[in-house]
């Protein structure tokens, strides 16, 4: 049987801030200051909580209106899908299709990914370590462009002031969605990757 070496076997432990190697004993990371810890506590629990919470927030974000617009006399409320398809009608295809892409095919896919690797540490199958890795890199990479449909409403909101003309302002959906994200990047943070290893490993001595 092949017995893998980690650094908790070597009696080492790393620093999750800086990355700097410490003998299993110490506490506390003498380069950063940030607690050093074998593996976080009660992780998958709170990878669960923020991911609920944050599908919570995920659905009123897509049924409420995100922007108000008036025009003279005319006042209309678009949801992100109805605002896009409405920027898609103007001739506005790129766009609309980012604010698509961002808003609704990348959050699902950040929620299905993040349900992935919750349920593949805690004894469901998953992918195998290295694909789930790679899916833990993916989630924490695109998690900086999660914004970008709330960044496209303050934008339009700061622009499109004209007062009686024409106004732009966000709707209830900006601050559910904000809020959904945040959770999102909460939970994504809760996880601990390393345990995606101790499965591997657990996994292989079972063999």
């Not at 008036?70 to 992100?80: A, G, N």
């Not at 929620?111 to 993916?138: D, K, M, P, T």
Request: aromatic share 8%; hydrophobic share 50%; glycine share 6%.
């Amino acid at each position: 049987m092949h017995k893998v070496l980690t650094a908790e076997t070597a009696g080492l432990i790393g620093c999750q801030r800086c990355a700097r190697v410490w003998g299993a004993e110490t506490n506390r990371c003498a380069r950063c200051g940030a607690r050093l810890k074998a593996r976080r506590r009660h992780g998958v629990f709170w990878v669960w909580f923020w991911w609920v919470a944050g599908l919570a927030a995920y659905i009123p974000a897509n049924l409420l209106p995100m922007l108000e617009t008036r025009v003279l006399l005319t006042k209309s409320d678009d949801t992100i899908v109805a605002g896009a398809l409405k920027l898609a009608s103007h001739g506005s295809v790129l766009i609309a299709a980012v604010i698509l892409l961002a808003s609704v095919a990348i959050p699902i896919a950040k929620f299905a990914a993040i349900a992935l690797l919750a349920r593949s540490v805690s004894g469901g199958r998953g992918l195998g370590s290295n694909w789930n890795h790679r899916i833990y890199e993916a989630v924490e990479y695109i998690g900086r462009w999660s914004m970008i449909d709330v960044f496209v409403v303050a934008v339009l909101s700061s622009l499109v002031q004209f007062s009686v003309i024409a106004t732009v302002k966000p709707g209830s959906a900006a601050l559910a969605f904000t809020v959904s994200v945040i959770c999102t990047m909460l939970s994504a943070q809760s996880f601990d990757s390393r345990r995606i290893w101790d499965a591997d490993q657990s996994a292989e001595l079972k063999k």
